[in-house]
């Protein structure tokens, strides 16, 4: 199956970048040091030590592959070629529901989603739904007990570096 290609902050990107860098170099480096001294310990088929640091390798493994995908695919938002008017990745939108309460929300790409810093995905229902709007917008948001409206009441940029 094809990977996904998914739209990044620059910021996210870099996030990517540096994760697969320290485990490339750091990570890798301690877990074969655990891995030798689990050697060490002599026998290999009852050692818990080396088993554990085996398991800790595949994970290792299994994220740098993960994340060299990740970076493959990524499509990095350029901040020159925004409408920055209308509500796209890396964008700040602040809305008014329907009680009047008024709501700050980060669209960024999937894998930058941070909920309790208000940062939500561009493919998530809200996300989806405010993504082209502009200011002064009234969007319906897709939800299990029905469509709920979101008035778009300023659409800002993130700081977003570089």
Do not use: C
């Amino acid at each position: 199956m094809a990977a996904k290609q998914m739209h990044y902050t620059k910021e996210g990107y870099q996030a990517l970048v540096d994760e697969l860098e320290y485990l490339k170099t750091t990570r890798r480096a301690e877990v074969k040091e655990a891995l030798a001294v689990a050697r060490s310990y002599g026998d290999l088929s009852e050692n818990s030590e080396y088993d554990e640091a085996r398991n800790e390798q595949a994970k290792v493994e299994s994220r740098i592959t993960e994340l060299e995908s990740l970076i493959i695919h990524a499509i990095v938002v350029d901040e020159s070629e925004i409408d920055h008017s209308k509500v796209s990745v890396g964008s700040i939108v602040k809305v008014t529901n329907t009680d009047g309460k008024e709501i700050e929300y980060t669209i960024v790409g999937t894998n930058e989603v941070d909920f309790w810093s208000g940062k939500i995905s561009d493919q998530s229902p809200v996300g989806a739904a405010l993504i082209g709007a502009r200011e002064g917008d009234t969007v319906k948001v897709a939800s299990p007990n029905g469509e709920y409206p979101l008035v778009i009441v300023s659409v800002t940029r993130a700081k977003l570096n570089g």
